[in-house]
């Protein structure tokens, strides 16, 4: 089903759709995360990092629990935004042999796939509010916050560590 798609009638089938939209983007980033971890030499990137994949997962189960208030099945659909995000990260971070640098790179990355997520998260919540779910809009505004909070910490250890040692 395209964005657009014929199937998509109503702000509540827009709802859905985006939800499984985000659906597809934190199981994803669930199973990158890892790789990210392993990649990162700073020890406090590498701890932020392992405590996001925690997140992660009760990001993914919040949203599942917003499928069921809806009383529809828990499904994803294909992102090719986050797919395109994590590929340009896996390609740069390929591509980087300095740590310093390396760490500064998977910072950028990170904060690209928060920023989506926060895009996502607060369309949802606003549609839910306009849709008369605060149930939902409730639900899924404790995954915003937790987006907002991590890239609030990847900023900083950008800015007050990680940026200057790759300089």
Known sequence: MGFFSKD???????FIHM???????EKKIERTLPK?????????????????????KG??????????LNGVK?????????????EEADEVSGDI?????????????AQAVEHYEMTRYGTLIAW????????????????LKEEQATDRKLTEMAENRINLLAA
Request: charged share 30%; proline share 2%.
């Open 19 to 25: 939800l499984r939209d985000i659906y597809y983007a």
């Open 128 to 143: 839910a509010r306009q849709l008369g779910r605060s149930d939902c809009a409730n639900v899924l505004a404790k995954n």
């Open 59 to 68: 990001h993914i189960d919040r949203v599942e629990q917003v499928f069921e």
């Open 97 to 109: 042999d300095d740590k310093e640098v390396l760490d500064a790179a998977l910072i950028a990355s």
């Open 74 to 86: 828990a499904k994803a659909i294909s992102c090719p935004a986050i797919d395109g995000i994590l």
């Open 36 to 56: 990210m971890i392993g990649e990162a030499t700073d020890p406090q990137l590498k701890a932020g990092f392992e405590k996001h994949l925690e997140q992660t």
């Open 8 to 14: 998509i009638k109503t702000l509540d089938d827009l």
